[in-house]
């Protein structure tokens, strides 16, 4: 039992050490991310177009693939409660709404968690063990800018529009589910959708995903800055990685979902 | 040009340095020499800024490094270069953008005086075709020899090795020794070469600096280690082993360590 609430507190303690790390973080990357922005050559150093390409264009078709899926599924879940009430024509609207508000963010920044935020960490922790880290800084090259605020910059861009372009294609599936399987006609279909859509759901998501992608980039780069030893550290740096990027993810939406409609 | 004064570290009980004193002198071979964990790695990283020490001071000129922090080292850094035991390059760069990395950062220099600068270190280290390569193209050694390339991309005042001949076959080893010689003789710069490897530093030191247990056992020009009748100086620069310096790394007693339950 000592050595369990011992435990418990040194736990709490790394926790409360990582959060305060990952503020200093957040707070030098944003304002490594103005010197940037304002130095014109630096800026065109800074690879963004290849980062948003990285992050963004080469996750779009798992993101799509998984949201048009998801959008299929939630329809069929739906349909078949609203069946016993005879309510298909709620169906529309409902599969925009949950998945605008809430599935959309959700799931891509999930996807993008595993997929991206891991790589940040493995590429990051890699030079770290490797001494890369340590040679930029010997260069008098902050890694910060060098590493970390083109990949937010980066994210900051990409995450926004693939949960966008991700709740659009899970509505589409649920759209093809619902008018070639349900019978439900496709000009009332999108009229259900756009009656009950409203500009809210859409940009609640977006500033959703604004915030998953500030989690993702911070932990990701936190956890590669931080690894110490060797490749076995790299690899559980990773899986923390993507762990706690899970796990902050989940209850910043339960929080935002709340502060929105709560 | 760099002096050390009292420099003691630890990490947790373990003392790795003791009290360090030498001055390695402007347009001079330093040559700082140990067994391995001896703490020549921790002495290094204090000399450059990556580590504080517990105690002691690091003079570069009259600047006191260990009082700077942050962008407050961006001067010194500046005017030094370092050689990484494994190179350190940055994988996702070309050995072109590697050692046009530090120039970009810190010169208004358009691309094209860049470019003439990459292909003048290239061809200080004889790898001037090897611009456009990755470094996981590289061989061990080609990799080290752009590293100095890169480290030398500012034309810094100072050099620091870190066991710069480690890994490397004979003659790529003698390449870069002679690369060492060539850099403080030719160019005057002050090198630092953190190494285990004697002949090495016998060759081309101006001085030598050994440490034992986290402290300086001896220091001299290469004639004057030698000429040292201190018996642990002795099997040091002649590898022998047997003599006062311990095979067994622990602290312990055998017998009682095996008697402990």
Known sequence: MKNFVGYLGRAFITFLQDLSSLYYLFRETVF?????ITDRKKLSQARLLTQIDEIGTQSLPLVLAVAGLLGVAMTVLISFQLKEVGGYSYIPGLVAVAIFREMGPLITALIVAGRVGAAFTARIGTMKVSEEILALETMAINPVRFLVVQRFIGLLFSLPALTTLASFMAVFGGFLFGSTRLGIRPDTYVRETLDVLTFTDVYSGVIKAGVFAVVIVMVGCYRGLVVEGGAEEVGRATMLSVVSSTLAIIVLDTVMTGAFYG | MIRAHGIKKNYGVRTVLNG????????????????????KSTLLKILIGALKPDDGQVFFHEMDITKLRGTGLDPFRKKIGMLFQQGALLNSLTVGENISLPIREHTPLDDNIIKIMV???????????????????????????????????????????????????????????????????????????????????????????????????????????????????????????????????????????????
Not at chain 2, 214 to 234: F, H, K, N, W, Y
């Open chain 2, 119 to 261: 292909k003048m270190k290239l061809e200080l280290v004889g790898l001037r075709d090897f611009e456009d390569l990755y470094p996981g193209q590289l061989s061990g050694g080609m990799q080290k020899r752009v590293a100095l390339a890169r480290a030398l991309a500012l034309d810094p005042e100072v050099v620091f090795f870190d066991e710069p001949t480690s890994g490397l076959d004979p003659i790529v080893s003698s390449v870069i020794t002679k690369l060492i010689s060539d850099l403080n003789r030719v160019l005057g710069i002050t090198c630092i070469v953190v190494t285990h490897a004697v002949e090495e530093a016998m060759k081309i030191a101006n001085k030598i600096v050994i440490l034992y247990k986290g402290m300086v056992l001896a220091e001299g020009t290469p004639a004057e280690i030698r000429g040292s009748s201190d018996p642990i100086v002795q099997q040091f620069i002649t590898g022998s082993p047997d003599g006062p310096i311990s095979f067994h790394a622990s602290s312990r007693d055998f017998r009682e360590d095996l008697l402990v339950e």
């Open chain 2, 20 to 39: 360090i004193d030498f001055v390695a002198e402007r347009k001079k071979i330093t040559y700082i020499l140990g067994s391995s964990g001896g703490g």
């Open chain 1, 32 to 36: 490594q991310s103005f010197v940037l």
